[in-house]
Nanobody, 123 residues
């Protein structure tokens, strides 16, 4: 089992950058695929990015492709999401998640979730 804690959210102007982190505790972090999701008020939780155990395979939602980068440091049990060229529509609570097997895009395919970190982009 793994516990996840996100950090690094905040308020940023449109066009700016932010890096959020997700620290894992417990056993087996390096054996999990990791994903980032986000949820805006009144909307469903949506996929943002995912990365395989070895950090070779990465996947992105079309809405963030070319602007966001997912990375992981297995020695630090941490996964990151670098967000550049932020837009007002990126405003949401961002969640990290851990799951077994190949990195996937559906929330139900992930077993462990953090509590979320708020990212607000001002126009």
């Amino acid at each position: 089992q793994v516990q996840l804690v996100e950090s690094g959210g905040g308020l940023v102007q449109a066009g700016g950058s932010l890096r959020i982190s997700c620290a894992a505790s417990g056993r087996g972090f390096s054996s999990y695929a990791m994903g980032w999701f986000r949820q805006a008020p009144g909307k469903e939780r949506e996929f943002v990015a995912a990365m395989g155990r070895s950090a070779i395979s990465t996947y992105y939602a079309d809405s963030v492709k070319g602007r966001f980068t997912i990375s992981r440091d297995n020695a630090k049990n941490t996964v990151y999401l670098q967000m550049n060229s932020l837009k007002a529509e990126d405003t949401a609570v961002y969640y990290c998640a851990a799951g077994n097997g190949w990195p996937k895009q559906a929330p139900q395919d992930y077993d462990y979730w953090g509590q979320g970190t708020q990212v607000t982009v001002s126009p």
